[in-house]
């Protein structure tokens, strides 16, 4: 019997429109962020011909306006083992182990998205995904208190939960299911203003961490940002106060380059909002701050190599100069990091020539009608050399702990408790997953050879 499923790649492209939509009514500074980043991508690509037939050919121009990711974070193993099978559903996989609690922020995070090359030129739909560590409470009480709280939630519909089980029985979902599932998986990323604590409960856990209170005193784990990727994130950071909008003092991640690399992410500051605690006497008001916008641009994914060299020249520049909490100090940073930089070659053909970053190949024209009269070279490098075959970067798909803590931090106020004790664990986290993340380098490197191995294929001399 053969079924009319729809594919994993719809059912996400579906879901990443309706969680753009909801919060766009959510939070209405994310719509004026994306409008700005719209026509800055649409100038970007009118002035820079090159760069738009290099990511047609990279597959990334259509799905450019689709393309966001969000974040949100869980409370127990249960509700990310079960996220993880809502995503899986999506055709999203836990990506990479990031640990944030050498930043002093008690989370540890993977990141869900497609991993195969076409799903992803589909729609790259990501969410980084936090799972909070309740054993940075040291009070013993307390902990047990925000334990109990969360183990009386249940953040998935039962409507949701019920598709999940008939789409992992048949293997798939039919046209009314999926739109159905979609709708009931939205409701665990809407945001509520009602706590379902009292005010005094808050307070207590807001001083462990206010991270804590955010995720434990909800029923759900509201989407937390939404955000779009900008072709000039500087062009965009500079018009973002025009559009009354104020971002934060430092773009996170790898100065301005002519060549980019990885991701550059800047953020606007979370919003205070109304919220209702509970009270012995009805409703008692007030304010949490949780939900904020921000906007990434995305470069070319690095080799072991080439990321050993990324987070030396960053450590380096850190320590010649920081930036307070107040934004001072940004621009001697901004100076340092450029002047680290200069050691990071900036051009497509030393990087790859000295293995620092991953890149999709490509037959052109003329090398395809090489090929027909039997001329070419089977040897990558001398096709390249001969205009038989190009190169173009693959895009870095996945999060930087370093950059995800700052734009953890903007959103915290400064007495957030730090326990430098606290260590990463994969395997914990893992184990609570119900399953392992996949390796995001092996995933860049087969995307690499995979191409490699088309191109060759396209190009091998059809005539002697
Ligand atoms: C996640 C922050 C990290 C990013 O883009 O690095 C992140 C959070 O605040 O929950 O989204
Ligand atoms: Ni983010």
Redesign the pocket.
């Known amino acids: 019997m053969t079924r009319n499923f729809v594919s994993s790649d719809d059912i996400r492209s579906r879901f990443s429109r309706a969680m753009s939509a909801m919060y766009r009514s959510e939070v209405p500074q994310y719509g004026t962020l994306v409008e700005l980043v719209e026509e800055i991508n649409d100038l970007r690509l009118r002035d820079d011909p090159d760069l738009a037939a290099s990511l047609e050919r990279s597959g990334e121009l259509s799905r450019l306006s689709e393309e966001r ?1 969000g ?3 869980l409370g127990t193993p249960g509700e990310l083992a079960t996220i993880a099978r809502v995503f899986a559903v999506m055709g999203m996989h836990p990506v990479g182990y990031y640990d944030l609690s050498v930043a002093g922020i008690p989370v540890h995070s993977t990141a869900f998205r497609p991993i195969d090359p076409a799903a992803l030129s589909k729609n790259p739909f990501r969410i ?1 995904t ?1 799972l909070l560590r309740l054993d940075w409470i040291e009070d013993e009480s307390l902990r047990r208190e925000a334990e109990d709280i969360l183990s009386r939630r249940s953040i998935f519909t039962e409507g949701a939960l019920a598709l999940l089980d008939k789409a992992e029985q048949d293997g798939g979902l039919g046209e009314a299911d999926a739109e159905r599932f979609v709708q009931e998986a939205l409701e665990t990323f809407r945001w509520h203003e009602a706590a379902t604590v009292d005010r005094a409960t808050y307070e207590r856990l807001a001083k462990a961490h206010r991270l804590i209170a955010d995720v434990v005193c909800f029923r759900g784990p509201h989407i ?2 939404l ?1 779009p990727r900008t072709l000039d994130i500087d062009a965009v950071q500079a018009m973002m106060p025009q559009r009354g909008i104020s971002p934060k003092a430092v773009i996170e991640g790898p100065p301005r380059r002519l060549c980019p690399i990885l991701l550059r ?1 800047t953020s606007f500051k979370a919003l205070e909002e109304a919220i209702a605690f509970q009270g012995q006497n009805g409703a008692e008001d007030g304010t949490h701050t949780a939900r904020f916008g ?1 906007i ?1 641009q995305r470069g070319i994914a690095l080799t072991p190599k080439g990321r050993a060299l990324y987070d030396k020249l960053l450590n380096e520049a850190r320590s010649d100069a920081s930036v307070a909490a107040s934004g001072e100090g940004a621009s001697d940073y901004e100076t340092a990091l450029t002047h680290r930089f200069t050691d990071f070659p900036d051009n497509w053909t030393s990087m790859r020539a000295e293995g620092l970053a991953y890149f999709h190949y490509t037959p052109t024209q003329s090398g395809l009608d090489r090929a027909e009269s039997g001329e070419t070279s089977t040897d990558p490098d001398a096709l390249i050399e001969a205009g038989d075959l190009t190169f173009d970067p693959i895009v870095y798909e996945d ?2 702990p370093v ?2 803590a700052g ?2 931090q903007s ?1 915290l106020s400064s007495d957030a408790q730090t326990n430098a004790s606290a260590k990463g664990s994969k395997p914990a986290f893992e184990a609570a997953l119900s399953r392992a993340v996949h390796d995001e380098t092996s995933l860049y490197a087969k995307a690499e050879e995979a191409s490699i191995a088309s191109a060759l294929s396209a190009l091998a001399p059809r005539r002697r």
């Open positions: 990711h974040a949100i974070r980084f936090s937390n940002h955000t992410q921000e990434e999060f930087l950059s995800a734009i953890f959103n």
